[in-house]
């Protein structure tokens, strides 16, 4: 981790407008890049946030760092330069950089027409530039030893894909940028928003004013209510009104189980047709499954199957799980905009109020962070913007 001499030193190279007031809203995988990257340009930088660092959606995820199947082009190729700023990123702190854990991720076929469909994928991507390797079933269980092998036809390798421990990193980075003079206040909801500033309220009803010269909107689904009270609408799907349908074509549950650990787990990211398994902090595995999961609502009480049902899946590929219990489950609203692709923008024509949204939050957080620092401090649009921008909901 670079330490505030060294920030400083940066604050002085980059010549930004140095203590330039900016508020973040949100401490999650977005917001915590933001403060870092501004910071480092020199901005006087406070973060403020509902509850606590990585929280609410950016823990109910399954973190998965990637740019595949994602379309069309341009968002294909904004995940791409997601990827690889944080595959940067790992560079740059260098051995501190404990959250991207690039173990790529194997996509298996468990049927002779799978593995054709997904071979036909595979040579799309790598015409694209995009790096996999087909590989039969040897090949898998020689990468993953544990599966069983009546279940496998083949797969692809995914080698420069992997997974972000959204705590470690939210939490490293918001320090670094506290160590650097940022302010971090937990625990404040926001309850108005103009172009000077915000309001908020404390858990003990108390409010107080923080004026700034940019606020910028990283709250995920809070972003919609917050600009409400300025009479804006913001075009994502309001999580309020959803049930157990989705928007874009994805769904708006996000859940995560994870178990205990075990004794023999998995090395990769490991997809099937109806699973998605990872290593996990804990020394367990982390698994998931999304249409099955968005089936129903957050209150709806079916959802609460969903664990031992996903569980029971991922121990049909890895007979090494047939006594591991779940021992955590995380529930999320995913941030949906309305075309299901990314948002970043000024909100209005002051330039005051700067708003950033996106379902593949985790991917894009590193580079969001350094570009959309770049566009409020510098003023210059990055061209991997150019097609996410609001202009695109005017009709």
Same mark, same amino acid.
């Given at each position: ?15 930004s ?12 995988v ?83 027409e ?14 694209t ?46 320090h ?15 309850t ?21 010269? %940019?606020t910028? @909107? ?5 972003? /919609?209510?917050?600009?409400a009270? =300025?009479?804006? $609408?913001?075009? #994502? !799907?309001?999580?309020a ?8 074509g ?55 199957s %969903?664990?031992? @049902? ?5 121990? /049909?590929?890895?007979?090494?799980? =047939?006594?591991? $219990?779940?021992? #955590? !489950? ?31 939050g ?25 097609s ?8």
């Amino acid at each position: 981790m670079q330490s505030p001499n060294q920030d400083k030193s940066l604050h002085e190279e980059s010549g930004s407008e140095v203590n330039r007031r900016v508020l973040i809203v949100g401490a999650g995988v977005i917001g915590c890049n933001l403060a870092y990257e501004l910071t480092k340009r020199g901005a006087a930088v406070t973060v403020i946030d509902a509850a606590e660092v990585a929280s609410a959606t950016s823990s109910a995820t399954f973190a998965w760092v990637n740019a595949y199947n994602k379309t069309p082009a341009e968002y294909n190729k904004l995940n791409v330069l997601g990827l690889e700023a944080h595959e940067r990123a790992s560079r740059t702190f260098g051995s501190e950089s404990h959250w991207f854990h690039q173990i790529g991720n194997i996509h298996i076929a468990q049927t002779p027409e799978e593995m054709a469909a997904l071979k036909r994928k595979a040579e799309h991507l790598v015409s694209t530039g995009y790096r996999a390797s087909v590989l039969k079933a040897g090949d898998v269980l020689e990468l993953e030893p544990a599966l069983d092998p009546e279940r496998i036809s083949g797969g692809v390798l995914f080698p420069h894909e992997g997974w972000i421990d959204t705590f470690m990193m939210c939490s490293s980075l918001l320090h670094a940028a506290r160590e650097a003079g940022a302010v971090f206040l937990s625990y404040e909801t926001v309850t108005s928003i103009s172009s000077t500033g915000i309001t908020t309220k404390r858990p003990d009803g108390s409010t107080r004013q923080h004026e700034a010269d %940019v606020t910028i @909107l990283a709250a995920g689904n809070g972003n /919609r209510p917050i600009l409400a009270t =300025a009479d804006i $609408t913001f075009p #994502t !799907v309001d999580s309020a009104r959803r049930h157990d349908t989705t928007s874009a074509g994805r769904p708006s549950v996000g859940l995560i189980s994870t178990t205990g650990p075990v004794d023999s787990g998995i090395r990769h990211i490991v997809q099937g047709k109806d699973i998605a398994l990872r290593p996990d902090r804990n020394g367990g595995v982390t698994f998931t499954d999304s249409p099955t999961g968005g089936q129903w609502g957050l209150q709806d009480p079916r959802i609460w199957s %969903v664990p031992n @049902l996903l569980l029971e899946r991922a121990k /049909r590929l890895y007979p090494s799980l =047939a006594e591991a $219990t779940t021992e #955590t !489950v995380r529930l999320g609203t995913r941030v949906l905009p309305e075309d299901g692709l990314t948002i970043a923008d000024w909100i209005g024509g002051s330039r005051s109020i700067y708003a950033v949204a996106t379902h593949s939050g985790v991917t894009l957080s590193a580079h969001l962070g350094n570009v959309v620092a770049e566009e409020v401090l510098g003023g210059q649009r990055h061209p991997s913007l150019d097609s996410f921008g609001l202009s695109r909901f005017a009709s």
